[in-house]
């Protein structure tokens, strides 16, 4: 599970794909959730990163 954090919130995807313009976020069933530009992105976490084991940065 990976946490997209944005300037306005949080979005939570199973799967991310990069590309040049920005991440691809994608759902369990493998349908694309969202597409987040880079200037929008503040950070891509796992959720390991929450639960205080390690950074899972982008």
């Known amino acids: 599970m990976y946490r997209a954090i944005l ?6 995807a199973d799967d991310y794909e990069r590309d040049d313009n920005g991440v691809k976020l994608y759902g369990a069933d ?9 200037e929008n992105l503040e950070a891509l ?4 990163a929450y639960a205080g084991d390690e950074p899972g940065v982008m």
């Open 45 to 48: 976490l796992t959720e390991r």
């Open 7 to 12: 300037p306005n919130g949080q979005l939570e």
């Open 30 to 38: 493998g349908g694309l959730l969202a597409f987040v530009p880079y």
